[in-house]
T-cell receptor
Framework: NAGVTQTPKFQVLKTGQSMTLQCAQD?????MSWYRQDPGMGLRLIHY???????DQGEVPNGYNVSRSTTEDFPLRLLSAAPSQTSVYFC????????????FGPGTRLTVL | AQSVTQLGSHVSVSEGALVLLRCNYS??????LFWYVQYPNQGLQLLLK??????LVKGINGFEAEFKKSETSFHLTKPSAHMSDAAEYFC????????????FGTGTRLTIIP
């Protein structure tokens, strides 16, 4: 099993550009989530999904969209990038619920100029 | 709403000394609690979790944590620090029922002094 994979590993955007961060898992997990990690702020939940076709907002959803058309994939879309979205983004998955053990991807480091 | 507070953003201990990382939680309903570890340039991985069974929880790499309801604490300890323990540690909380949002603390960076 590859576990949770994220692409790209690094990305530089200009303000106003859009892009999609990819996340995939091969463990047949129902629950998937996106976090951003900023110095001194820990991890903050952006969006999550409890299964294909079901998504909901986390703590910091503004400026981000998600969809979950399959169990395996959970892409995160930045609609119009802003410097405040410079961060490290982590995707995670768990078997069924957020109370289950979370398995994290290696992260995507995003810089918005 | 739930939250966790990690006291001390940086902790340094000598190799072989006791490791103590502090976590206090706030939750209006009984919570589950977790400790995750992040090694440099990697994602997080689970150290241990409290799910309302035993209050003393043993995890990987010799770490353990004790759930104390009266003190609303879930501190992480290891009797003897090893150089490989240098990493960032995150405490996290979620209600047993009610929502699907895991809330993380701000993290504690652990440095081991040779």
């Amino acid at each position: 099993n590859a576990g949770v994979t994220q692409t790209p590993k690094f990305q530089v955007l200009k303000t106003g550009q859009s892009m999609t961060l990819q996340c995939a898992q091969d463990m047949n997990h129902e629950y998937m989530s996106w976090y951003r990690q900023d110095p001194g702020m820990g991890l903050r939940l952006i969006h999550y999904s409890v299964g294909a076709g079901i998504t909901d907002q986390g703590e910091v959803p503004n400026g981000y969209n998600v969809s979950r058309s399959t169990t395996e994939d959970f892409p995160l879309r930045l609609l119009s990038a802003a410097p405040s979205q410079t961060s490290v983004y982590f995707c995670a998955s768990s078997y069924f619920r957020a109370t289950d053990t979370q398995y994290f991807g290696p992260g995507t480091r995003l810089t918005v100029l | 709403a739930q939250s966790v507070t990690q006291l001390g953003s940086h902790v340094s201990v000598s190799e072989g000394a006791l490791v103590l990382l502090r976590c206090n939680y706030s939750s209006s309903v009984p919570p589950y609690l977790f400790w995750y570890v992040q090694y440099p340039n990697q994602g997080l991985q689970l150290l241990l979790k409290y799910t309302s069974a035993a209050t003393l929880v043993k995890g990987i790499n010799g770490f353990e944590a004790e759930f104390k309801k009266s003190e609303t604490s879930f501190h992480l300890t290891k009797p003897s620090a090893h150089m490989s323990d240098a990493a960032e540690y995150f405490c996290a909380v979620i209600p047993v029922f009610g929502n699907e949002k895991l809330t993380f603390g701000t993290g504690t960076r652990l440095t081991i002094i040779p």
